[in-house]
């Protein structure tokens, strides 16, 4: 699942890429104002942080909300309190864009994320010109000299990798790049299977200084203490934010 997710999400880039060339596309990503720093934002402290992700729907769970206007969703999770904004970009599983993308940087004044099956150069560019802080690497998708490439173009960007991984391997990989946050996805890309105790057998083996993202599976505040007490920052929440009331809930995660 997880390859033919990313050689779809490439796919509809190259067709892009017909459309927009990756020199108008680099142009552009060259003419926004910096990113924001997310590494400041999400920097550990007292209180468990959240990235708040606009989901519409996901190959596990079908149709999650629609979603018809991501930039008040988005400023809902401002008011809320999350830290930053995951926007799922893909269209054909998560019913996303970078149009998404664009209404949400436009809307509010937290670091944005680009979550995708991001596999080339032209994808980060996109994810500048759009007007992402932050671009996910998910390191089961990527060989070692492609990871590289990314996290290096992503970081000259003035954007800040996420790195997923999802095992003590990838977590090994993550660290050899010199990522600085790091998540652990509870969620099996490939088999859909959800292991929220996953991120605490890893959390030893982050590489020291990095930030801690605990990523899928939280449906309540006793699922956020749970990845609190084993040792995470940062907890990204999708589901539970877009199929609840999400200023309420948001409030209930930071208060653990
Ligand atoms: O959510 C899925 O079904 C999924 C399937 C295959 C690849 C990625 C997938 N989701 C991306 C994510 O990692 C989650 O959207 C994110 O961590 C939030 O998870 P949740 O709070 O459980 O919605």
Request: charged residues 25%.
């Amino acid at each position: 699942m997880l390859a033919e997710l990313t050689a779809n999400a490439v796919a509809d880039a190259v067709a892009r890429r017909e459309h927009r060339p990756l020199a108008e596309v680099e142009a552009a990503a060259l003419a926004r104002p910096a990113a924001l720093d997310a590494l400041e934002a999400l920097r550990p402290a007292a209180h468990v942080k959240v990235i708040a992700e606009i989901k519409r729907s996901s190959p596990s769970r079908g149709s999650l909300a629609t979603i018809a206007d991501p930039a008040a969703l988005a400023r809902s999770y401002e008011l809320g309190g999350a830290s930053a904004i995951s926007v799922l970009t893909e269209g054909r599983k998560f019913g996303g864009s970078l149009a998404d993308l664009e209404t949400v940087r436009a809307a509010v004044a937290l670091p944005v994320l680009r979550k995708d099956f991001i596999a080339t150069p032209y994808q980060v560019l996109e994810a500048r010109a759009a007007g992402a802080d932050l671009v996910l690497l998910i390191v089961a998708a990527l060989d070692d000299v492609t990871l590289r490439e990314l996290f290096d173009l992503i970081v000259s960007l003035g954007m800040t990798p996420l790195v997923e991984t999802h095992s003590a391997d990838e977590l090994d990989r993550a660290a050899a790049l010199g990522a600085r946050l790091i998540g652990v996805n509870a969620r099996d890309l490939s088999s859909f299977e959800l292991d929220r105790d996953l991120f605490g057998r890893l959390a030893d083996r982050f590489p020291e200084g990095a930030i801690r993202v605990a990523e899928s599976a939280v449906l309540s505040p006793a699922d956020v203490a749970h990845y609190r007490a084993s040792g995470a920052d940062v907890v990204l929440v999708g589901e539970a934010l877009v199929t609840g009331d999400p200023i309420a809930n948001l409030s209930a995660f930071l208060a653990v």
